[in-house]
């Protein structure tokens, strides 16, 4: 009886010692992980609403793009910004970077020529 008390206590044992270092590797790896996405980012292009407004037209005119100029840079404009970035031959984001911008002839805000000046 004592030799299975003693087995049974040992495997306890073992099991509680597996659990804690599973846990301490998740504790360090979700601290790290934190501690990662707390790095701050520098400033990141972004395009006016104006901009998009432009883009979208432009887009539509190409007969990339079939929605209404809104402004918003949603779905159907990045699908269309990813053909356009394509057939143009710079690099395809589905974004409106300075690349896409200045290739559509959009001018650039004063903050944004900074961005650019600051950045590549």
Sequence with gaps: MKKLLIVTLAALLALSVSAAAQNAN???TARNG?????KKRGPVFRATKDQIKQA??????RGLY????????????RDGLKKYQGAEGIKVTGTLNAATLQKMS?????????????HG
Excluded: E, H, R, Y
């Design 26 to 28: 998740t504790f360090t």
């Design 34 to 38: 934190n501690a990662n996405a707390q």
């Design 56 to 61: 979208q037209t432009i887009l539509k005119q």
């Design 66 to 77: 079939s929605g209404d100029a809104t402004g918003k840079l949603d779905q159907p404009t």
């Design 106 to 118: 959009i001018a650039l805000t004063d903050n944004q020529k900074a961005w650019v000046a600051a």
